[in-house]
């Protein structure tokens, strides 16, 4: 069985080909995923994606959603992970009521500004971890056991894997920083010190970190549908149509649920495909 994990940061498993824009170690392959998947159509039988979709603008979704879909054979699984809009809202109402009626209760009120920021922060930051990060770094601004249980492994930063950098992957990124800092002298002599902080916000808008959308299971197994997709569901961390998908632990670290905020949902390639697949696929497999 060969399966794929896209946008796999510093959790992704052996057994699985791991591809991301930027290869946290020399297992993953590093590509511009917004060229497309570099596989040929039907190489996969499963595809995953974790905490990828919400960071694309819509139409970049489902141009991505379109690529796993190519790549997957016929009968293939897609499986997608985000942040879970239901689920957040329904907190965030749940501790605007606790809040509203605590008599200025601080525990009471904490949770609440926290779910306030699990609802905006992300994609309205002007600075890299914005309010959420300051926040997590001030464990008596909220009580740390209700953040670990809204965001699990990223708040103790527990990953599956420590960066482990290649000479080559150091020295790019070295190059990178110094071009960034040229570009930002120039800006700053050209159009001084607004220029210079517009031009550090517009590149950390485009770093990634940002949310450009969030998902609900409505709104993400419709456009799964839209797209040509057969039996969306949400599931378990645990459960998978992909065969022993949490042996590789890869929403799961032993009985904890690495992000559980998120919403898992599926949907399978249909076998008789009436959308053809990108006929440039073979063009892209290098």
Same mark, same amino acid.
């Given at each position: =069985? ?21 290869? $946290? ?5 590093? &590509? ?6 570099? &596989?040929?159509?039907?190489? #996969? ?11 694309? %603008? ?40 606790? $809040?509203?009626?605590? *008599?200025?209760?601080?525990? %009471? ?13 992300? =994609? ?43 000479? $080559? ?6 190059? %990178?920083? $110094? ?19 517009? &031009? ?13 959308w969030m998902y609900d299971r409505v709104s993400l197994g419709r456009l799964l549908v839209e797209l040509g997709f057969d039996a969306p569901r949400p599931c378990r961390a645990e459960e998978s149509r992909i065969h022993h998908f949490d042996s590789y632990q890869? +929403?799961? +670290? ?6 559980? *905020?998120?919403? #898992? #949902?599926?949907a399978v390639k249909p076998i008789a495909s009436a959308v053809p697949a990108s006929s440039e696929s073979a063009a892209r497999a290098a």
């Amino acid at each position: =069985m060969k399966l794929l994990n896209v946008g796999c940061g510093r959790c992704y498993h052996p057994a699985w080909t791991n591809i991301d824009l930027v290869a $946290a170690t020399p297992e993953v392959r590093a &590509y511009d995923l917004r060229r497309g998947l570099p &596989y040929a159509d039907h190489s #996969f039988d499963g595809v995953y994606h974790s905490h990828v979709l919400e960071h694309l %603008s819509p139409d970049a979704a489902r141009s991505m959603l379109r690529e796993c879909r190519r790549v997957l054979s016929p009968g293939g699984v897609l499986r997608v992970v985000v942040p879970d809009l239901e689920g957040i809202t329904q907190q965030y109402l749940q501790t605007l009521h606790q $809040a509203d009626l605590s *008599d200025g209760d601080p525990e %009471s009120l904490a949770k609440h500004r926290w779910m306030t920021l699990e609802l905006i922060d992300q =994609m309205t930051r002007q600075s890299s971890g914005g309010l959420m990060g300051q926040t997590i770094r001030q464990p008596e601004a909220t009580p740390t056991e209700f953040i670990e249980s809204r965001l699990g492994h990223q708040v103790s930063g527990n990953a599956k894997v420590k960066n482990r950098k290649t000479i $080559a992957m150091r020295v790019t990124r070295c190059l %990178s920083d $110094a071009r960034k800092q040229l570009a930002l002298a120039a800006v700053t002599l050209i159009d001084g010190s607004s220029g210079r902080a517009a &031009y550090r916000e517009g590149r950390f808008r485009q770093s990634g970190e940002i949310h450009r959308w969030m998902y609900d299971r409505v709104s993400l197994g419709r456009l799964l549908v839209e797209l040509g997709f057969d039996a969306p569901r949400p599931c378990r961390a645990e459960e998978s149509r992909i065969h022993h998908f949490d042996s590789y632990q890869l +929403d799961r +670290d032993g009985e904890s649920i690495r992000k559980p *905020d998120s919403l #898992f #949902f599926e949907a399978v390639k249909p076998i008789a495909s009436a959308v053809p697949a990108s006929s440039e696929s073979a063009a892209r497999a290098a």
